[in-house]
């Protein structure tokens, strides 16, 4: 079982900034990526960003120039910086990690499995 635990949301103004956290703590040996999703009050969650363990990331269009995600594979800590934040920002940000090393998961004997935190909420005011 892998448990996640977001941080850093709040309230602040257009054109700010926030760092959000996520700690990966139990038996994290076989996450390979992690991702921050958000879901605004009547929309669907979407990805914003995704970082795999190879350094490799993914971002949002709409994040795009705005926001870094970055990884400490060691810690199994996921952050993600949002810069020039927008009204359209606004929304409960979620941490997911998605178990993907099968020779991990065969070693342990565990189920190949994805996990999300319960959230942090961002909100930007105009």
């Known amino acids: 079982q892998v448990q996640l635990v977001e941080s850093g949301g709040g309230l602040v103004q257009a054109g700010g900034s926030l760092r959000l956290s996520c700690v990966a703590s139990?038996?994290?040996?076989?996450?390979?990526?992690m991702a921050w999703y958000r879901q605004a009050p009547g929309k669907k969650r979407e990805l914003v960003a995704g970082a795999l363990s190879d350094g490799t990331s993914q971002y949002a269009d709409s994040v795009k120039g705005r926001f870094t995600i970055s990884r400490d594979n060691a810690k199994k800590i996921l952050a993600l910086q949002m810069n020039h934040l927008k009204p359209e920002d606004t929304a409960m940000y979620y941490c997911n990690a998605y178990e993907g090393d099968t020779d991990c998961l065969i070693a342990l004997g565990h189920t190949q499995d994805e996990y999300w935190g319960t959230g942090t909420r961002v909100t930007v005011s105009s």
């Open positions: 139990g038996e994290n040996r076989c996450i390979t990526a």
